[in-house]
């Protein structure tokens, strides 16, 4: 099946304005029916603004892109869908208060499929969820998990005969196994003679679920080439990068910074953390780690304050914290990365300015007597955007501008920067290169000689990087605690998952 090729970009370059960024200079890519493609590049190298304009969301300034053979012109999605060209989109697009049966059929055509032909149509979701094990089609996508929905966005596509299928980072926010099944139904598709792109920074898994990689390097294409012929060396090169060894440091510990102690918190009828008890202390980053949705994530809400528990306390440097508001807990050096960033952590609408200055504002030296000192404040934001390597022209520019990796940048810089005590984060090395992966590392370990980190994640490569100690969880339970000595290999959390202690 594999061989035709049924996309093919030519010198494609796309210049945004007002800035002038030319995100891409020239680049030449291929997709074949059944195969697996991998997109690389460093964060802001161009991969989504391609991706995009395949996808006929943007339109390209010079270049020609070909299907079939026949140079196309795409001016909407619609234009792409029609030659089987679908995205899905690095922040999915799915309406939490519907269903999954009418997610899949949102904003398509809808009188055509609801009126006429809406059993038809199940029928034929019927049959694609059934081989694909989709949930069931009743539910509500807000009670579904990151890999659900990412296979609905998927199957939405299938529905509608995509047969060249893009993923903008796909894997970000899955856990292993959510990733594995998500590469099954990816080889099915190949089988079935669909064309695959896919987005991603990890450059071992593109090497092995990838036929092919492209790399992107400054919005060109640098390399092209069939995987059997590679090494991770060799794309670490291409990407501009050197490779690194892990920075993990020993510092001395000091005191109890935080002392949590049977913490239960529910969600209507379910019990989403059973009196969960821990203790950390300066000088030691903890990993919660779960294969899943476990709990892990919602207990740093309830720690920045935007969960209440049902019982339990929070102590903070020995001060009961457990009724204070969120505001109270960041001004006492609490600093809090959430799991969904563009929804919790940014104002969309807003420029960089205004996202990166949320925190620090109403805070002296900034201000004093209700006056702002702008100077001042600018200053400190363009040392801090500068500090973490966010790339932008101006800090008035919209904040959406940033590409994924660099508002992941900008979130971390603005809750690190001012070096807190206790650093909260939800998947905090997720959507970033490898080179920012390394330098996010450095400075939490930097961050042991006055603070701690809680860094709550369902990766195992990223507990495994960035802790000292990491504490498992398994449906809202915490199982057991493994200590920097138990830490040989990343593979050593997952098998301890299952595990009955
Ligand atoms: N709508 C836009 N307006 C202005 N500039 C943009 C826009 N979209 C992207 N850019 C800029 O184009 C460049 C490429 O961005 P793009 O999102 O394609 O990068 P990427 O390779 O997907 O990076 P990441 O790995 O961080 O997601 C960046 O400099 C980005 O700031
Ligand atoms: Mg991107």
Same mark, same amino acid.
């Given at each position: 099946?594999?061989?035709?090729? +049924?996309?093919?970009?030519?010198?494609?370059?796309?210049?945004?304005?007002?800035?002038?960024?030319?995100?891409?200079?020239?680049?030449?890519?291929?997709l074949?029916?059944?195969?697996?493609?991998?997109?690389?590049?460093? %964060?802001?190298?161009?991969?989504?603004?391609?991706?995009?304009?395949?996808?006929?969301?943007?339109?390209?300034?010079?270049?020609?892109?070909?299907v079939?053979?026949?140079?196309?012109?795409?001016?909407?999605?619609?234009?792409?869908?029609?030659?089987?060209?679908?995205?899905?989109?690095?922040?999915?697009?799915?309406?939490?208060?519907?269903?999954?049966?009418?997610?899949?059929?949102?904003?398509?055509?809808?009188?055509?499929?609801?009126?006429?032909?809406?059993?038809?149509?199940?029928?034929?979701?019927?049959?694609?969820?059934?081989?694909?094990?989709?949930?069931a089609?009743d539910?509500?996508?807000?009670?579904?998990?990151?890999?659900?929905?990412?296979? +609905?966005?998927?199957?939405?596509?299938?529905?509608?005969?995509?047969?060249?299928?893009?993923?903008?980072?796909?894997?970000?926010?899955?856990?292993?196994?959510?990733?594995?099944?998500?590469?099954?139904?990816?080889?099915?598709?190949?089988?079935?003679?669909?064309?695959?792109?896919?987005?991603?920074?990890?450059? %071992?898994?593109?090497?092995?679920?990838?036929?092919?990689?492209?790399?992107?390097?400054?919005?060109?294409?640098v390399?092209?080439?069939?995987?059997?012929?590679?090494?991770?060396?060799?794309?670490?090169?291409?990407?501009?990068?050197?490779?690194?060894?892990?920075?993990?440091?020993?510092v001395e +510990?000091?005191?109890?910074?935080?002392?949590?102690?049977?913490?239960?918190?529910?969600?209507?009828?379910?019990?989403?953390?059973?009196?969960?008890?821990?203790?950390?202390?300066?000088?030691?980053?903890?990993?919660?780690?779960?294969?899943? %949705?476990?709990?892990?994530?919602?207990?740093?809400?309830?720690?920045?304050?935007?969960?209440?528990?049902?019982?339990?306390?929070?102590?903070?440097?020995?001060?009961?914290?457990?009724?204070?508001?969120?505001?109270?807990?960041?001004?006492?050096?609490?600093?809090?990365?959430?799991?969904?960033?563009?929804?919790?952590?940014? %104002?969309?609408?807003?420029?960089?300015?205004?996202?990166?200055m949320?925190?620090v504002?109403?805070e002296?030296?900034?201000?004093?007597?209700?006056?702002?000192?702008?100077?001042?404040?600018?200053?400190?934001?363009?040392?801090?955007l500068?500090?973490?390597?966010?790339?932008?022209?101006?800090?008035m520019?919209?904040?959406?501008?940033?590409?994924?990796?660099?508002?992941?940048?900008?979130?971390?810089?603005?809750?690190?920067?001012?070096?807190?005590?206790?650093?909260?984060?939800?998947?905090?090395?997720?959507?970033?290169?490898?080179?920012?992966?390394?330098? +996010?590392?450095?400075?939490?370990?930097?961050?042991?000689?006055?603070?701690?980190?809680?860094?709550?994640?369902?990766?195992?490569?990223?507990?495994?990087?960035?802790?000292?100690?990491?504490?498992?969880?398994?449906?809202?339970?915490?199982?057991?605690?493994?200590?920097?000595e138990?830490?040989?290999?990343?593979?050593?959390?997952?098998?301890?998952?299952?595990?009955q202690?």
């Open positions: 099946m594999r061989g035709k090729t +049924i996309v093919q970009l030519l010198n494609v370059q796309k210049t945004f304005y007002p800035s002038g960024v030319k995100a891409l200079k020239g680049v030449n890519l291929f074949e029916a059944g195969s697996v493609h991998a997109l690389l590049g460093a %964060n802001g190298a161009g991969k989504t603004t391609l991706v995009r304009i395949l996808a006929g969301e943007i339109q390209p300034d010079a270049g020609e892109i070909f079939d053979g026949r140079a196309v012109n795409f001016r909407t999605p619609k234009d792409a869908m029609r030659h089987g060209i679908v995205l899905v989109h690095q922040n999915l697009s799915l309406v939490e208060e519907l269903t999954v049966f009418e997610n899949l059929f949102l904003g398509r055509e809808p009188r055509r499929l609801f009126f006429l032909d809406r059993k038809k149509a199940e029928q034929r979701v019927k049959d694609l969820s059934e081989r694909l094990f989709l949930v089609l539910r509500r996508v807000v009670d579904l998990s990151m890999a659900e929905k990412q296979k +609905i966005e998927i199957v939405r596509a299938l529905l509608f005969g995509a047969r060249v299928l893009l993923l903008d980072e796909p894997t970000a926010y899955l856990s292993e196994s959510e990733e594995e099944r998500l590469f099954e139904l990816l080889a099915s598709l190949k089988r079935n003679g669909c064309a695959i792109l896919f987005i991603t920074h990890d450059l %071992n898994q593109a090497l092995k679920i990838a036929d092919r990689v492209t790399v992107l390097r400054e919005g060109e294409t390399l092209s080439e069939e995987t059997s012929h590679l090494n991770v060396r060799q794309v670490i090169e291409a990407m501009g990068f050197r490779s690194s060894e892990s920075p993990r440091v020993d +510990i000091g005191e109890e910074l935080l002392k949590v102690s049977d913490i239960t918190l529910r969600s209507g009828k379910r019990l989403v953390l059973d009196r969960v008890s821990l203790s950390v202390r300066q000088g030691e980053n903890v990993g919660l780690f779960g294969l899943g %949705n476990d709990g892990q994530f919602d207990l740093l809400e309830v720690l920045i304050g935007l969960k209440k528990p049902v019982s339990g306390r929070i102590f903070f440097q020995a001060r009961d914290i457990t009724r204070l508001s969120i505001r109270e807990r960041r001004r006492l050096g609490i600093a809090y990365v959430p799991k969904d960033r563009l929804r919790e952590a940014l %104002n969309l609408e807003g420029s960089i300015l205004e996202n990166a949320v925190n504002y109403r002296i030296p900034f201000a004093k007597f209700g006056l702002l000192n702008w100077a001042l404040l600018q200053d400190y934001i363009h040392g801090m500068k500090e973490f390597q966010v790339e932008t022209n101006s800090i520019q919209p904040v959406k501008t940033l590409s994924g990796g660099n508002l992941q940048r900008l979130i971390l810089a603005r809750e690190l920067f001012r070096g807190p005590k206790l650093f909260l984060a939800c998947r905090p090395t997720s959507g970033l290169d490898a080179q920012v992966q390394h330098y +996010i590392a450095e400075r939490l370990q930097q961050l042991k000689s006055w603070g701690c980190a809680l860094i709550a994640t369902n990766d195992a490569e990223e507990a495994f990087g960035l802790c000292d100690k990491v504490l498992i969880f398994s449906k809202g339970r915490l199982k057991r605690t493994l200590y920097k138990q830490l040989t290999e990343p593979s050593v959390l997952v098998s301890l998952v299952g595990e202690t």
